[in-house]
């Protein structure tokens, strides 16, 4: 019997599936190279990237400080401190930070960062506002001129004080007095580097005003200042004749009383504030007898402002004064005083205690 010939058509369908399947082997193993070697680069890139931000900043070992002002975005900030010569890759940086959702926490501020920081530990700097600081003290009894001179000198702040005047400074504080002495509470100020003077000054006239505000609600009957001033007043004297902190309300009982009867306060201090820089450590009858606003020597009842910064102690020493008839005292020369009713028995301990006589 004859064999029948394949059909040409069936061999041609059959070539065609042979040779389709292989095409397609084919392009499954160039999707599976391609897809492979795309793993391996995103693999290396993710390596190299975590590399990067894991090893220490290229800042040779140094301590670095920068600042970033308010309203820098995360992008804005890499770019700064790229130039600046902290970042190497600010791109990668930035692109981090948004990857991880963390670039909006950025906070401004002064920073200081060593050698051994990463770019990891640096955006955990940035976004928990780890900022660099520094402290600077306004002492008990300094006046303002000593206050305004530390600030000056202080090589972590910005100095905003130099260019302004006394009127300018209280106008900046916004407080409604003459000047501002005694409008700073003493204490000791943290803030972050760079941060300006006005800053600090602003703080500080903030916590005296809440003190103030605080004593002046706990006055007694006994104080014969009329208002808050008047009492921050007498408090700058007290801080400034307090020898020993166990006399201030018997020397706060003195000034209230004086003040009450209309007898002059004759208190060394107020004059040698009101010298100014005439006074070279020494103070003579003839200052006492040289009239200034500052003189209550020669001028009945308080100053014209306070004439340094008195702490709490004396803010509630001024509004609560012992209850004492003493209208004198005199140093023993411990650092304690002699407290005196009558103009006789200050006399006499006067030549006692300053003239050494019995």
Do not use: C
Not at 127 to 145: H, K, L, P, Q
């Amino acid at each position: 019997m004859a064999r029948r010939k394949p059909d040409a058509s069936k061999r041609a369908v059959r070539t065609a599936a042979s040779n389709g399947s292989s095409a397609g082997v084919r392009l499954l193993k160039g999707l599976l190279a391609v897809f492979a070697l795309a793993v391996m680069g995103a693999a290396a890139a993710g390596f190299w990237a975590f590399h990067e931000l894991s090893s220490p900043l290229p800042i040779a070992g140094q301590t670095r400080d920068f600042l970033l002002e308010p309203g820098t975005t995360m992008r804005a900030a890499a770019r700064q401190l790229e130039t600046e010569g902290i970042l190497e890759h600010g791109w990668l940086f930035s692109l981090y930070a948004r990857a991880t959702g963390r670039a909006p926490r950025i906070k401004a501020g002064s920073y200081e960062i060593s050698g051994e920081t990463t770019a990891l530990q640096l955006l955990d700097k940035l976004t928990d506002g780890d900022v660099s600081s520094a402290t600077v003290t306004i002492v008990e009894g300094w006046n303002w001129r000593q206050v305004r001179d530390a600030l000056n000198r202080n090589p972590d702040l910005k100095h905003d004080l130099v260019s302004l005047k006394d009127s300018d400074v209280v106008q900046q504080i916004g407080m409604d007095a003459p000047s501002p002495e005694g409008l700073l509470f003493p204490d000791t100020y943290h803030f972050a580097k760079h941060s300006s003077d006005l800053s600090v000054i602003k703080r500080a006239a903030s916590i005296m005003q809440k003190r103030l505000e605080k004593v002046w609600a706990l006055r007694s009957a006994r104080t014969s200042v009329k208002t808050p001033y008047e009492a921050l007043t007498l408090a700058s004297i007290i801080e400034k004749e307090t020898g020993r902190s166990s006399d201030r309300t018997l020397i706060s009982a003195v000034f209230n009383n004086r003040l009450r009867i209309g007898m002059r306060l004759q208190t060394d201090p107020s004059v040698i504030y009101g010298m100014g820089d005439q006074y070279e450590g020494n103070i003579r009858r003839s200052d006492l007898e040289r009239d200034t606003p500052y003189n209550t020597y020669t001028r009945s009842g308080l100053t014209p402002t306070p004439i340094a910064m008195p702490g709490e102690a004396s803010l509630m020493a001024a509004v609560n004064p012992a209850e004492s008839k003493a209208l004198y005292f005199v140093a023993r020369g411990d650092g304690s005083s002699q407290f005196s009713e009558s103009l006789d028995d200050h006399n006499r301990a006067v030549r006692h205690f300053i003239l050494g006589k019995k």
